[in-house]
């Protein structure tokens, strides 16, 4: 459908035309010849004035050249060429001619103007008072609200159409000339549906929308299309300063939108706005306490009417409504101070286990003995998993290196295959192939472990992990959670025997 990006204001205030012409029939410029020989369509189609009018009729393919030129009787208030060349210019740029009107949305829009302009019954000049309604052919009322020598008519618009020549007699009714073409109601809801802006179109005419109209498009999911279609929708837009603080949040890889630029973080980005559309139009009106709504992304959100309109996401901060009910052609928009973020995108944003040692200085050791156990191990604990990983403390990897004498003064001195191999089987002694929060241990289990000997789980007065060594490690930190997994933070490296048959303990 052709966009029409008028108001519709402007369109009737175009349309206005200010001159109001004496109906007399002493006006011989004014006044076709009477041709009562000749039916509706016959004598306007003999009529270079009414070129327009014949050609609306032909191009509105609904029968009605055959319904005027039938016995009638009908009155026709017919625009000149002058008032259809008004409409066309108030219309704009897509609308050079009546041959424009050539989707079937267009067409039904010009059947529906033609029949405002007709009667079924013949109305002569001297029938006509102020105050008279007449219904026409598309079942809308047309109102005379002027009389004596001068008559004007008033449709649904703002503006009135003066008859300009009267009684102009047909063989089955009579036409008389106006100077605006009427336009019914469903005609202007039609061109103000079609003026209002779709739901991208609105972002983009609102400044502080720009970054959901950024993120839309570097998402690159066809989402500006979607959400210029048929609808109807909802969408909850984050304002530039939301997107400012998700980006905060985010860290240093991501200082504009611009960086979600890899196939992955593109579809991030499209989870992520995906939950703040709603394939149905919900006002704030229709919101109601505790309602969950599901999302185009699949999870729901919740709303909560506590002091305000809030809409409560995945994360522990919720976003308020700031600005509500901005009407689009395809739906609403509420205005929201917080980017939502459902719980898939939160598990996909959270740190892999090797992220989560890498980002917590105590556990910086760790992450290099990893490196120099040189076994993938860093590659395998980024994997998808999940894992459970007894993490021990900068202080136990230091206690370690202790016991273990003047030949290991830091990790690097691991250096030989040999050593490297030791090192690894200490490392996997500490992994595990599942996720095992707290609340998941008993006391006394027995949990295998990569390395392939088993720890102990002890309860007593604190979570413990006992290994092969007389000394139990405690786990400190708990339930570190990462996207593959979680991390127990404890205060003694672990052994198993393995290792400690090749250390000669």
Same mark, same amino acid.
């Given at each position: 459908?052709?966009?029409?990006?008028?108001?519709?204001?402007?369109?009737?205030?175009?349309?206005? =035309?200010?001159?109001?012409?004496?109906?007399?029939?002493?006006?011989?410029?004014?006044?076709?010849?009477? #041709?009562?020989?000749?039916?509706?369509?016959?004598?306007?189609?003999?009529?270079?004035?009414l070129?327009?009018?014949?050609?609306? %009729?032909?191009?509105?393919?609904?029968?009605?050249?055959?319904?005027?030129?039938g016995?009638?009787p009908?009155?026709?208030?017919?625009?000149s060429?002058d008032?259809? +060349?008004? =409409?066309?210019d108030?219309?704009?740029?897509?609308?050079?001619?009546?041959?424009?009107?050539?989707?079937?949305?267009?067409?039904?829009?010009?059947?529906?103007? =033609?029949?405002y302009?007709?009667?079924?019954?013949?109305?002569?000049a001297?029938? @006509?008072?102020? +105050?008279?309604?007449?219904t026409?052919?598309?079942?809308?009322?047309?109102?005379v609200?002027?009389?004596?020598?001068?008559?004007?008519?008033?449709? $649904?618009?703002?503006?009135?159409?003066?008859?300009?020549?009267?009684? &102009?007699? $047909?063989?089955?009714?009579?036409?008389?000339l106006?100077?605006?073409?009427? %336009?019914?109601?469903? /005609?202007?809801?039609?061109?103000?549906?079609?003026?209002?802006?779709? &739901?991208?179109?609105?972002?983009?005419?609102?400044?502080?929308?720009?970054?959901?109209?950024? /993120?839309?498009?570097?998402?690159?999911?066809d989402?500006?299309?979607?959400?210029?279609?048929d609808?109807?929708?909802t969408?909850? /837009?984050?304002?530039?300063?939301?997107?400012?603080?998700?980006?905060?949040? %985010?860290?240093?890889?991501?200082?504009? %939108?611009?960086?979600?630029?890899?196939e992955?973080?593109?579809?991030?980005? $499209?989870?992520?706005?995906?939950?703040?559309?709603?394939?149905?139009?919900? @006002?704030?009106?229709?919101?109601?306490?505790?309602q969950e709504?599901?999302?185009?992304?699949?999870?729901?959100?919740? &709303?909560s009417l506590?002091?305000?309109?809030?809409?409560?996401?995945?994360?522990?901060?919720?976003?308020?409504?700031?600005?509500?009910?901005?009407? $689009?052609?395809?739906?609403?928009?509420?205005?929201?101070?917080?980017?939502? =973020?459902?719980? #898939?995108?939160?598990?996909?944003?959270?740190?892999?286990?090797?992220?989560?040692?890498?980002?917590?200085?105590d556990?910086?050791?760790?992450v290099?003995? @990893?490196?120099?156990a040189?076994?993938?191990?860093?590659?395998?604990?980024? +994997? *998808?998993g999940?894992?459970?990983?007894?993490?021990?403390?900068?202080?136990?990897?230091?206690?370690?290196?202790? *016991?273990?004498?003047?030949?290991?003064t830091?990790?690097?001195d691991?250096?030989?295959?040999?050593?490297?191999?030791?090192?690894?089987?200490i490392?996997?002694?500490h992994?595990?192939?599942?996720?095992?929060?707290?609340?998941?241990?008993?006391?006394?289990?027995?949990?295998?472990?990569?390395? +392939? #000997?088993?720890?102990v789980i002890?309860?007593?007065?604190?979570?413990?992990?006992?290994?092969?060594?007389?000394?139990?490690? #405690?786990?400190?930190?708990?339930?570190?959670?990462?996207?593959?997994?979680?991390?127990?933070?404890?205060?003694?490296?672990?052994?198993?025997?393995?290792?400690?048959?090749?250390?000669?303990?």
């Amino acid at each position: 459908m052709k966009r029409i990006y008028l108001t519709t204001k402007i369109l009737f205030v175009a349309l206005v =035309l200010s001159l109001t012409i004496s109906c007399s029939n002493d006006d011989d410029d004014a006044v076709m010849e009477q #041709e009562t020989n000749l039916n509706i369509v016959v004598l306007a189609q003999g009529e270079s004035g009414l070129s327009n009018l014949v050609a609306a %009729l032909q191009q509105a393919d609904a029968g009605l050249v055959e319904t005027l030129g039938g016995n009638g009787p009908f009155t026709v208030f017919a625009p000149s060429n002058d008032a259809f +060349g008004d =409409l066309l210019d108030a219309l704009g740029d897509n609308y050079n001619s009546l041959s424009d009107f050539d989707e079937e949305a267009e067409k039904n829009l010009l059947r529906d103007i =033609l029949l405002y302009h007709v009667i079924t019954t013949q109305v002569m000049a001297a029938d @006509l008072a102020e +105050g008279n309604v007449a219904t026409a052919l598309n079942a809308n009322s047309i109102e005379v609200i002027a009389s004596g020598n001068t008559f004007v008519l008033g449709d $649904a618009s703002d503006a009135n159409a003066n008859i300009t020549g009267a009684d &102009i007699t $047909a063989s089955n009714g009579v036409v008389h000339l106006i100077d605006k073409v009427l %336009l019914p109601q469903s /005609a202007i809801d039609f061109v103000t549906e079609l003026n209002t802006q779709n &739901i991208p179109q609105l972002a983009t005419a609102t400044d502080d929308l720009s970054l959901l109209v950024d /993120a839309l498009v570097q998402a690159d999911a066809d989402l500006v299309a979607t959400l210029s279609g048929d609808g109807p929708f909802t969408v909850f /837009a984050p304002t530039n300063a939301a997107f400012a603080s998700l980006l905060d949040d %985010l860290g240093d890889d991501y200082n504009s %939108l611009a960086d979600f630029d890899t196939e992955d973080e593109k579809e991030l980005l $499209a989870k992520i706005l995906t939950y703040h559309v709603v394939g149905a139009a919900a @006002l704030s009106t229709d919101l109601s306490e505790g309602q969950e709504i599901a999302t185009v992304q699949g999870e729901n959100i919740v &709303i909560s009417l506590d002091n305000g309109v809030f809409i409560n996401d995945a994360s522990d901060d919720n976003a308020q409504v700031i600005l509500a009910d901005q009407m $689009a052609s395809n739906g609403v928009v509420h205005v929201i101070d917080k980017v939502l =973020l459902p719980q #898939e995108v939160l598990d996909a944003l959270k740190p892999n286990i090797v992220e989560l040692a890498q980002s917590v200085d105590d556990l910086s050791l760790l992450v290099d003995a @990893l490196i120099q156990a040189d076994a993938d191990l860093v590659s395998t604990l980024s +994997g *998808d998993g999940p894992f459970t990983v007894f993490a021990p403390t900068n202080a136990a990897f230091a206690s370690l290196l202790d *016991d273990l004498g003047d030949e290991y003064t830091s990790l690097a001195d691991f250096d030989t295959d040999a050593e490297k191999e030791l090192l690894a089987k200490i490392l996997t002694y500490h992994v595990v192939g599942a996720s095992a929060l707290s609340t998941d241990l008993s006391d006394g289990q027995e949990i295998a472990t990569v390395q +392939g #000997e088993n720890v102990v789980i002890n309860l007593h007065g604190g979570v413990f992990i006992d290994d092969a060594t007389d000394v139990n490690a #405690e786990v400190i930190l708990a339930d570190q959670i990462a996207k593959n997994g979680v991390a127990q933070v404890i205060d003694k490296v672990l052994l198993p025997q393995e290792v400690l048959d090749l250390l000669g303990h």
